[in-house]
């Protein structure tokens, strides 16, 4: 997976791309207007994308919990 908006050109090796045959799947960020919108309305429900919250300091657990398989959302609690 790729994400970031690059400002200039990016250049890189892509023969391990080939030869290990990997899929990349590039992301951008999208209409912020639209998204921010449909959370508003409470039309999105983004509770089940959120698997833990840690307080801040907590946040190295937090991060391991995050690099678990199929791990989607971990929030750290900043208030």
Do not use: N, Q, W
């Amino acid at each position: 997976m790729l994400k970031s908006t690059y400002a200039g050109a990016l250049t890189f090796d892509a023969s391990a791309v080939v030869v290990h045959e990997l899929t990349l799947v590039g992301s951008r960020c999208g209409p912020f207007a639209p998204a921010l919108r449909l959370l508003a309305e409470r039309r999105v429900d983004v509770e089940p994308l959120i698997h833990a919250r840690y307080p801040l300091a907590e946040a190295l657990t937090a991060l391991e919990h995050a690099e678990r398989p199929g791990v989607l959302k971990v929030l750290l609690d900043v208030g």
